[in-house]
């Protein structure tokens, strides 16, 4: 399956997420996107940070997150999961051994059903290496 049949079926066609990126680990390369979704290089390199922050209280959680232009308030970050709400809507971004999925849930998407959806993709993705 190439990365923009995950983008566009294992996730956007889901329902539970209306928007999604896939970039390379570093973070230095978009290799799929959903239309109209765009996460500037200064926003995927804050992602990017904050998976390399070490601290208990990683930055992100203290200043929130910008994807696509918005704030989001980071209510979960660990070395590979990162959760952001901005009011009923918010962003998943997991991180895989190769790839860091970016996603987006508008509001009539509970939150919950939105991270099962990305994290089962991630942890596919993880188990045949990428």
Not at 104 to 129: C, I, N, R
Request: zero cysteines; hydrophobic letters at 40%.
């Amino acid at each position: 399956m190439s990365w923009q049949a995950y983008v566009d079926t294992s996730l956007v066609a889901t329902g539970n997420i209306d928007k999604a990126a896939i970039f390379n680990s570093e973070g230095t390369s978009v290799w799929a996107s959903s239309a109209g979704f765009a996460v500037a290089p200064a926003e995927i390199k804050e992602v990017v940070a904050a998976y390399k922050d070490t601290n208990d209280v990683k930055k992100v959680q203290s200043e929130g997150l910008r994807i696509g232009g918005e704030r989001y308030v980071v209510i979960k970050a660990d070395d590979r999961s990162l959760y952001g709400k901005k009011g009923k809507e918010g962003i998943v971004i997991v991180k895989t051994i190769q790839a860091i999925l970016v996603t987006h849930y508008p509001e009539s998407v509970q939150p919950g059903v939105a991270t099962k959806t990305v994290e089962e993709l991630a942890d596919y993705l993880t188990s045949v290496g990428y």
